[in-house]
């Protein structure tokens, strides 16, 4: 089983996620309708997604019914337990993201929130990155990544630059590195 936990995500150009009351309008400088950003095919490998529970709070704000009825649908909360409709409730991501990769399956794919990516990045569970960079200055709100998050050397893979300014960028996590870092923290 080879199972990838990938982050899937996009910012500010300040690199903020939102603002901070959870505000994210700024993402609808780039909303369109003539391109996904790459978004079918990359739920085409996935099976399994995880959200924070406040970014899920979000999610729900802004749609008539949760998405992804096609995928297993965890969210990770301290105060909610048991299961809504598709959404299955679970209090700890890294026994979680642990339990997955031991499963058969596609790809896991994370959407945040800060909390849970600087959870994952302290375990070293985040296998890949693809970052959108949204062409906006936020100057100030949630940080894609917390202060205290340990160091890693990503191993660039690709970038693309849409027609309404959004970059991509893709990333790996060097092994090696993840590896290293596991040992000094034991």
Known sequence: MDRKVILYIAMSLDGYIAKHDGNIDFLSAVETTETDYGYADFLAGIDTMIWGRKTFDKVLSMVEEIPHRDKKVFVVSRTRTGSHDHVIYHPDVVELVKQLKQEEG????????????????????????????????????IPLFREGIPERILKFKQSVTYPSSLVQLWYELDKKDTEETSKEVE
Not at 109 to 138: N, Q, R, T
Request: aromatic residues 2%; proline residues 3%.
């Open 106 to 141: 596609k790809n896991i794919y994370c959407d945040g929130g800060s909390e849970i990516i600087a959870e994952l990045m302290k375990h070293s569970l985040i296998d890949k990155m693809i970052i959108s960079i949204v062409p906006h200055l936020l100057g100030g709100g």
